[in-house]
């Protein structure tokens, strides 16, 4: 295969020969005239292979290989010489040469030796990609991924630092994960330089290169970098839908980042893509296969406790109609005295008590009855499913579900507007607030305030349904509120959150045609927002 080949001699006439039958292999050739020149070009692209002469005026070939090691250390070095020194091939091969070849050139034996050269370079960039992907994609923990994405980068970038960024909920963009920074000012700087690179997005979504090498035309009223910093700008694209980017930083002088090395950070990018994609689809998976196993687990309830639940429930009603009858012959109408039993205080007392006990017995029977219909409801997660249904219903399935979790943590209020219908798949949609009311209870679960209060009302505005779960807990820090949104962002810490769930959420909504929203004050509380397109009200146009 063709490579990036740069061809080192101070003699004129090998220059012109080793590029004309490199050429003629199909490599591209480049020629420098010294040392010195050959680390410029180093510094301005990026080559496979550097073939040079030993014995060079001011800087040698040793000397040379020596520091493409540093700044370019994955391009083979190949050292030619007429002088068959013993102690000169020793130093050239323990400095990191590929290979010696003697002068004047044998053609064969020069091909030879440049064609293992590239396949070395190839193999090792190969196993680099392959180690990446296997960090990447073996990644279990998916709140953990940006870290695994953005040390990946950092090690086969030879970076400084790495930034991973993401949008928020505004299109701004918001570090996932960031390594090597310097400090706040470094990362503010970072950041900037990838919002302006989605700003122009829509106009040219190809990488930036900024530093002492050079700028870019979208960059050319941005403020100075700091003189040894350079920076590649990769953005993470699906189609026209923008994932996020990488922020590639270098503080060498020696070795400033270069257009060539777009190559390898496009490479990277695509791993990256693949990596975030399969995430949020695994997020999305695992949230639907868990309410599929809840429907499993649900249908097996509905055999084995549906039926005993009903024959349970009908005989306690019949135990009620029973007793209600049986109180009304034991109080004596004013009109007939004759005939009637009186009841001292204390049986009339154990009657009311059996009473009372059996109507709570009907009613816990009826939840048993309520849960496992809302279980099977919640299961059936259709995003294809287009009738309409009453809001409400998985409101209150919602409020039933989470009960265990609400309870303990607040006092829930409910206030819902009647008669309101949405489109959409109604498992779904339930998902989204057992979602909502899960996160409040767990804000409340620690809080220590006055109030401890989740309240979840939904009312009509024209033709949208407008839901509010709102909760007196300790609020969001300002500097993760435009956050909550983004996949894989999560204050919860690893064991207890995958910061994905809003994410998901917000999907659901969207996907239905309406919005999530947030607002929220540190000390007073929290607010998500849920519109929806409602069905029209009869006799309205």
């Known amino acids: 295969m063709p490579g990036q080949i740069l061809i080192v001699d101070d003699e004129r006439d090998i220059r012109q020969l080793l590029r004309e039958m490199l050429s003629l292999e199909g490599h591209e050739v480049n020629e420098a005239t010294n040392g010195a020149e050959a680390l410029s070009r180093l510094r301005d692209a990026s080559f496979d292979v550097v073939v040079t002469d030993v014995r060079m005026p001011s800087l040698s070939g040793v000397e040379l290989l020596r520091r493409v090691r540093e700044v370019s250390p994955s391009t083979e070095v190949i050292v030619a010489t007429a002088y068959a020194e013993l ?3 020793i130093e050239c091969m323990r400095s990191g040469a590929f290979d010696l070849l003697r002068k004047p050139f044998n053609l064969q034996e020069l091909f030879s030796c440049v064609s293992r050269a590239l396949e070395k370079r190839r193999l090792n960039v190969s196993t680099d990609l392959v180690r990446l992907s296997q960090a990447l994609f073996e990644q279990n923990a998916i709140e953990q991924l940006p870290r695994a994405i953005v040390e990946s980068v950092r090690s086969f970038m030879a970076a400084d630092a790495v930034v991973l960024a993401l949008p928020d909920t505004d299109g701004r963009l918001q570090a996932a994960y960031a390594h090597g920074l310097t400090g706040e000012e470094e990362g503010r700087l970072a950041l900037a330089l990838g919002d302006r690179l989605v700003r122009m997005l829509p106009q040219d979504q190809t990488p930036a290169v900024l530093g002492p090498l050079g700028g870019d035309w979208r960059f050319k009223d941005f403020q100075e970098l700091p003189p040894a910093l350079s920076v590649l700008l990769m953005p993470l694209t699906v189609r026209e839908r923008l994932l996020g980017v990488f922020i590639i930083l270098r503080r060498s002088e020696a070795r400033p980042l270069n257009r060539g090395e777009q190559d390898r950070a496009t490479l990277l990018s695509s791993h990256a893509v693949l990596a975030l994609e399969n995430a949020r689809m695994a997020g ?42 049986l ?30 006990a059996t109507a709570e017995a009907s009613e816990g029977t009826r939840r048993i009855c309520e849960i496992v219909k809302d279980m099977r409801a919640l299961s059936r997660m259709d995003d294809n499913a287009s009738g309409w249904f009453e809001l409400n219903e998985a409101i209150r399935s919602a409020l039933r579900i989470t009960r265990a979790e609400t309870t303990p943590a607040a006092t829930v209020i409910v206030e819902l507007a009647d008669g309101i219908q949405v489109k959409g798949s109604p ?14 209870a767990q804000a409340l679960s620690e809080w220590r305030g006055s109030r401890r209060e989740i309240r979840i009302t939904s ?13 007196t807990g300790p609020g969001i820090a300002p500097d993760h509120l435009s956050r909550v949104f983004q996949p894989f962002f999560t204050t919860k810490g690893m064991t207890t959150g995958t910061g994905l769930g809003l994410s998901i959420s917000r999907d659901i909504v969207r996907r239905l045609g309406g919005d999530l929203e947030v607002q929220s004050e540190q000390g007073v509380g929290t607010v998500f927002t849920v519109s929806l397109p409602a069905r029209l009200a009869e006799g309205t146009t």
């Open 327 to 356: 109180s009304r012959s034991l109080s004596p109408e004013p009109s007939r005295v004759s005939g009637w039993v009186e009841w001292g205080p204390r049986l009339q007392e154990e009657f009311e008590a059996i009473q009372q």
């Open 284 to 325: 999305q998976l695992s949230a639907t296969q868990r309410m599929a196993s809840m429907g499993l687990v649900a249908a097996g309830i509905s055999h084995e406790i549906s039926n005993p639940a009903a024959f349970v429930l009908s005989n306690l009603q019949f135990i009620q109609k029973g007793l209600s009858l």
């Open 459 to 471: 009312y009509r505005a024209g033709d949208r349904a407008i839901i509010e779960v709102a909760d």
């Open 87 to 89: 102690d000169t091939a």
């Open 427 to 440: 498992g779904r949609v339930s998902q989204v607030f057992s979602n909502l009311l899960v996160n409040a």
